[in-house]
Each structure stands twice: as structure tokens, then as C-alpha cells.
């Protein structure tokens, strides 16, 4: 994935998520989402989820699965001042 599709899906992935406790975040998201998070800094909260939506993504598949993460503190940054 480049960095030019990287952004966009980082930024959708970004709208769509939901406070789910004092430093964790989750949302419905496609693969190429969830692939954008993690290599933003998202530590999932299963790492098969990554794993998962990776080989999705080379397959071109594109179902959606919930996805739990913890932020690592730049994209914390970004999450938070996208939704304030």
C-alpha cells in the first residue's frame, strides 16, 4: 500500500472510530483501514486483526470486522484533534 492510498484510508478509518475506554478506540472498518492504523502506531488489541486484514488486502478483499487499538501518542494526537 503507498503512502498516497495510506492517507486517505487513515483519514476515514479516523471518522468512523469511538472512545472505548480512557486510551482505547475501536470501530467497524475495512481492511485497508485497519492496515492504515497500525502503520499509523494503532497497537490492536489482537494482532490476527492486523494480521488478517493485511492478507485482505493483498486479496482485494474488503469486509468489515470491528477493531480495537490503543493509539500510539502521535496518532493519539491526530485522533484527538480530528474529533474535538
Do not use: Q
Request: net charge neutral; with cysteine.
Amino acid at each position: 500500500m503507498t503512502e498516497t492510498t495510506h492517507e486517505p484510508n487513515l483519514l476515514r478509518a479516523i471518522a468512523k472510530l469511538k472512545p472505548e475506554g480512557p486510551d482505547a478506540w475501536c470501530a467497524p472498518l475495512m481492511p485497508a483501514e485497519i492496515v492504515a492504523l497500525a502503520d499509523a502506531g494503532a497497537v490492536p488489541t489482537l494482532e490476527s486483526h492486523v494480521i488478517r486484514a493485511r492478507e485482505s488486502v493483498a486479496k482485494g478483499e474488503g469486509l468489515t470486522t470491528w477493531f480495537y487499538f490503543t493509539p500510539g501518542k502521535e496518532l493519539r494526537a491526530r485522533i484527538l484533534k480530528a474529533t474535538t
